[in-house]
């Protein structure tokens, strides 16, 4: 038994050496499947072998076969222990992202390669840590070697900002590396812009970018299919665009043949789908509801960002609302509540939901609770509340609940409405609280778009406190604002204000406004004494005819002017047997026969018109009107019969 052992032993050996070989020349040629099998292979017949066991876990991961490669992790933990970075970068593909980034946090103890950064950024984004990201990806990019492509790099960072919602810090980031991009950048670029309400800009990176793809697939020689399918991203942003700039038939067709491609990318399908039935409305509810089918398929919210996945939900309670589905509805609102805590948009969603089954009494209920549980997210239950009442005709409710708004408070719109409310109420000295309040706020915010949004209500403000008489406040906000801008209209404002009550000062101003042409040459003494022109409307012949004589008088050079005859007025015909003292019949001017008096008298052997036992309503309406009104009679209870009334034959004679 010991001679046939030491013969296995050496044939292993054998054996061992072989593969091995075979193991060296595999990895040197990337034949990922080779390395694979012959690691199996090593590890039958050395459990322990951590080189043939390295070895298959790196081909798992070059041919994309995460699942296995964690399960061999999972089965040996040396394994998992000794490659963290590995470990960690199956846990992320297999979308275990909180665990990935514990594991992550062992092998950066250990090393400093950028791989290891690279992935803990990517993870940060996932996580939707998107400032964590963006330092990440900005490190990265610094301590990149001279010459290194960092396109990929790029478009993460331009990626992590739009998602941050810091989309125009990074375009600022951006904009000197649009020479070198490729398709993917751009594309980036162009949501940035979109993020930004740039539409013109975006549609034009977007066409750029498409057009690059499209350049650099048809150069590599993928068939058209691939093609469509590896740009129905660009298409549908594209599309989207459009419908965010009010058109419904050039992005209702381009959704169209996306989706009639079936793209392989489930998260596109599903933005999409998300679009046309936001764009439909309450029109092809049937289909829009067979579309939404695609919004809830397996895999797609891990692919798509928790913006998204809101998105999507919305749209889908507001299909269900449209078709008058209220217990799904709620159910998805409440599955809502529970996968998004803290949002803001099932509270909404419940709020529309009542209003549209007539439940007033409930309707600001759940928006007051949100409100007072959640304030740094309310902010549009907070407005939803102030139009509720504004609808109810509780102006003063609506004025607090917009005052209560301190990051709107003073925002231009929201200083408009305050004051139409207060307007509303009569309340003219609560409207000009709300104008200085707003003005002294952004006295000390006057960069950018601030100072545009401050010479806004300075100039408001000023023309509501002259309409109502303070003029001295409003010579104030005048002066500011002509500090700001040397404009004519402004000073003449400020001239009108300071006549109010300082006309020195306001002669001052008066001299520095800009002379009109042709003025020097007008008298103002003469224009004084001239009489008030009576209106030619009235007169226009006899006017014009007058001013022409005036005119031919002064210059004297004997130019005719020919008088028209005036008309001779017609004499008052009247009736010969007219009397001023009595009073005209009003309907002298009817026919006889339909004025209000006339009788017709009956011929003799005439017929009465009419069915058996028709009567003259007139004559009947005229005797009841002459007759002596008679006392009133108490009247009987009226009796019921669930049988009816049977007709009696009358008897006949025998």
């Given at each position: 038994?010991?001679?046939?052992?030491?013969?296995?032993?050496?044939?292993?050996?054998?054996?061992?050496?072989?593969?091995?070989?075979?193991?060296?020349?595999?990895?040197?040629?990337?034949?990922?499947?080779?390395?694979?099998?012959?690691?199996?292979?090593?590890?039958?017949?050395?459990?322990?072998?951590?080189?043939?066991?390295?070895?298959?876990?790196?081909?798992?991961?070059?041919?994309?076969?995460?699942?296995?490669?964690?399960?061999?992790?999972?089965?040996?933990?040396?394994?998992?222990?000794?490659?963290?970075?590995?470990?960690?970068?199956?846990?992320?593909?297999?979308?275990?992202?909180?665990?990935?980034?514990?594991?992550?946090?062992?092998?950066?103890?250990?090393?400093?390669?950028?791989?290891?950064?690279?992935?803990?950024?990517?993870?940060?984004?996932?996580?939707?840590?998107?400032?964590?990201?963006?330092?990440?990806?900005?490190?990265?990019?610094?301590?990149?070697?001279?010459?290194?492509?960092?396109?990929?790099?790029?478009?993460?960072?331009?990626?992590?900002?739009?998602?941050?919602?810091?989309?125009?810090?990074?375009?600022?980031?951006?904009?000197?590396?649009?020479?070198?991009?490729?398709?993917?950048?751009?594309?980036?670029?162009?949501c940035a812009y979109i993020e930004t309400n740039d539409w013109i800009k975006a549609k034009e990176t977007l066409e750029k970018a498409l057009a690059l793809a499209l350049d650099s697939m048809l150069k590599d020689g993928v068939?058209?299919?691939?093609?469509?399918?590896?740009?129905?991203?660009?298409?549908?942003?594209?599309?989207?665009?459009?419908?965010?700039?009010?058109?419904?038939?050039?992005?209702?067709?381009?959704?169209?043949?996306?989706?009639?491609?079936?793209?392989?990318?489930?998260?596109?399908?599903?933005?999409?789908?998300?679009?046309?039935?936001?764009?439909?409305?309450?029109?092809?509810?049937?289909?829009?509801?067979?579309?939404?089918?695609?919004?809830?398929?397996?895999?797609?919210?891990?692919?798509?960002?928790?913006?998204?996945?809101?998105?999507?939900?919305?749209?889908?309670?507001?299909?269900?609302?449209?078709?008058?589905?209220?217990?799904?509805?709620?159910?998805?609102?409440?599955?809502?509540?529970?996968?998004?805590?803290?949002?803001?948009?099932?509270?909404?969603?419940?709020?529309?939901?009542?209003?549209r089954e007539k439940k007033s009494d409930q309707e600001m209920k759940g928006l007051e609770e949100f409100i007072r549980t959640c304030p740094g997210k309310a902010l549009k239950s907070q407005l939803t509340v102030a139009q509720m009442r504004m609808e109810r005709g509780d102006m003063k409710g609506a004025i607090e609940q917009l005052e209560s708004i301190q990051t709107l408070q003073q925002r231009p719109g929201v200083v408009a409405t305050l004051v139409a409310l207060y307007e509303k109420l009569g309340d003219t000295e609560g409207a000009s609280r709300t104008f200085d309040k707003a003005v002294a706020w952004w006295d000390t915010r006057m960069v950018g778009e601030d100072d545009a949004a401050l010479k806004t209500l300075l100039r408001e403000g000023a023309a509501f406190k002259m309409r109502h008489g303070y003029y001295k406040d409003a010579a104030a906000l005048y002066e500011k604002l002509v500090q700001r801008e040397r404009d004519p209209e402004t000073l003449a404002g400020l001239v009108f204000a300071y006549s109010e009550f300082d006309p020195e000062l306001a002669e001052r101003y008066a001299s520095k406004l800009p002379t009109l042409a042709g003025v020097e040459s007008v008298n103002a003494e003469s224009l004084e004494n001239l009489a008030v022109p009576?209106?030619?409307?009235?007169?226009?012949?006899?006017?014009?005819?007058?001013s022409l004589k005036r005119t031919a008088a002064e210059e004297g050079d004997g130019m005719q002017v020919k008088e028209h005859k005036k008309k001779k007025k017609k004499k008052l015909r009247l009736p010969k047997d007219f009397d001023p003292k009595v009073k005209p019949d009003p309907e002298r001017w009817m026919p006889l026969k339909d004025r209000s008096y006339y009788k017709r008298s009956r011929r003799r052997g005439e017929r009465t018109r009419g069915t058996q036992g028709a009567v003259n309503v007139a004559e009947k309406e005229k005797e009841k009107s002459t007759a002596p009104e008679k006392p009133p009679q108490p009247q009987l209870p009226q009796q019921t019969s669930s049988i009816g009334i049977r007709n009696k034959k009358k008897k006949g004679r025998r």
């Open positions: 038994s010991s001679f046939f052992s030491c013969l296995r032993m050496a044939d292993d050996a054998e054996r061992k050496n072989t593969l091995g070989t075979q193991l060296v020349e595999a990895v040197r040629t990337g034949a990922h499947d080779t390395v694979a099998t012959t690691s199996e292979e090593l590890m039958r017949l050395d459990a322990k072998d951590e080189e043939a066991s390295h070895c298959l876990l790196v081909s798992l991961l070059h041919m994309t076969r995460f699942d296995e490669a964690l399960s061999l992790l999972r089965r040996m933990p040396k394994l998992a222990n000794d490659h963290p970075f590995e470990h960690a970068y199956c846990l992320y593909k297999n979308d275990e992202l909180e665990q990935a980034m514990r594991v992550l946090q062992t092998a950066l103890k250990t090393s400093d390669d950028p791989g290891t950064f690279h992935l803990e950024a990517q993870l940060a984004y996932r996580l939707q840590n998107f400032d964590t990201a963006i330092d990440l990806y900005q490190r990265l990019l610094s301590e990149a070697p001279k010459g290194e492509d960092t396109r990929e790099l790029l478009c993460n960072l331009s990626a992590a900002y739009t998602t941050a919602g810091r989309a125009s810090k990074g375009l600022a980031k951006l904009k000197s590396s649009v020479k070198d991009a490729n398709y993917e950048l751009l594309y980036n670029m162009a068939s058209e299919e691939e093609i469509a399918d590896e740009t129905a991203i660009i298409r549908a942003q594209l599309a989207y665009i459009e419908q965010a700039q009010g058109h419904e038939e050039e992005p209702m067709a381009s959704y169209t043949s996306i989706l009639k491609a079936k793209p392989s990318d489930s998260a596109v399908a599903a933005v999409v789908a998300s679009n046309m039935i936001a764009l439909r409305g309450d029109k092809d509810l049937f289909d829009s509801s067979k579309k939404a089918k695609t919004l809830v398929s397996e895999g797609v919210e891990k692919k798509l960002t928790m913006r998204q996945q809101q998105a999507i939900a919305l749209n889908r309670a507001l299909l269900l609302m449209l078709m008058n589905k209220g217990d799904n509805c709620r159910t998805l609102i409440s599955k809502m509540e529970k996968d998004y805590p803290g949002s803001e948009l099932p509270v909404l969603l419940r709020t529309a939901l009542l209003h009576r209106s030619l409307e009235r007169e226009p012949r006899q006017a014009l005819d007058r």
